[in-house]
């Protein structure tokens, strides 16, 4: 699930709850909030206002690939 973060967000995975990952609104590759997370992670971000979520950016096909 791909989102962008609008407020700082901690997630504690359930079945590992010793685990913590931070996620903030300025982080990310491009320092734009947006991450690939969990369908968990970011279905709890989104209901909690923290999150939108965004469409999954279309992958290349190796059909259509250019050399």
């Not at 690939?36 to 939108?52: D, F, L």
């Amino acid at each position: 699930m791909r989102v962008r973060f609008t407020e700082p967000y901690d997630y504690t995975p359930s079945e590992e709850p010793r685990v913590l990952m931070a996620y903030s609104p300025t982080g990310g590759a491009n320092s734009d909030g947006e991450y690939t997370v969990r369908q968990e992670c970011g279905e709890a971000a989104v209901a909690q206002g923290k999150a939108v979520e965004l469409a999954a950016p279309k992958r290349k096909s190796a059909y259509n690939a250019e050399a």
